[in-house]
């Protein structure tokens, strides 16, 4: 059993900042891709940016500048730090992950989702 668990959410004001985690537990054999997504209401759920296992980033054009992220291969974690936040980047950010576990193909995982608010 693999889960996704987020943390870091939470109401800031215009211009400041948040830094989200992702911790992955469970029969782990590799991690590939991790990476976060964020859905707004009454909209779809978007990428805002993804790391390969060798670092390697890309970004949604959105938040090209502001937001950087980043991975802990040791501790299977991935984080966004998000400096710069405006009322558009308010939405349910959730954390994705491919998982390799022992005997099962790769599969994409979800965390939960943690809120972010940036009151306008």
């Known amino acids: 059993q693999v889960q996704l668990v987020e943390s870091g959410g939470g109401l800031v004001q215009p211009g400041g900042s948040l830094r989200l985690s992702c911790a992955a537990s469970?029969?782990?054999?590799?991690?590939?891709?991790m990476g976060w997504y964020r859905q707004a209401p009454g909209k779809q759920r978007e990428l805002v940016a993804d790391?390969?296992?060798?670092?390697?980033?890309n970004y949604a054009d959105s938040v090209k500048g502001r937001f950087t992220i980043s991975r802990d291969n040791a501790k299977n974690t991935v984080y966004l730090q998000m400096n710069g936040l405006k009322p558009e980047d308010t939405a349910v950010y959730y954390c994705?992950?491919?998982?390799?576990?022992?005997?099962?193909?790769?599969?994409?995982?979800w965390g939960q989702g943690t809120q972010v608010t940036v009151p306008s």
């Open positions: 994705n992950a491919r998982i390799k576990q022992r005997l099962h193909p790769s599969y994409y995982y």
């Open positions: 790391i390969t296992n060798g670092g390697s980033t």
């Open positions: 469970g029969s782990i054999v590799s991690i590939d891709n």
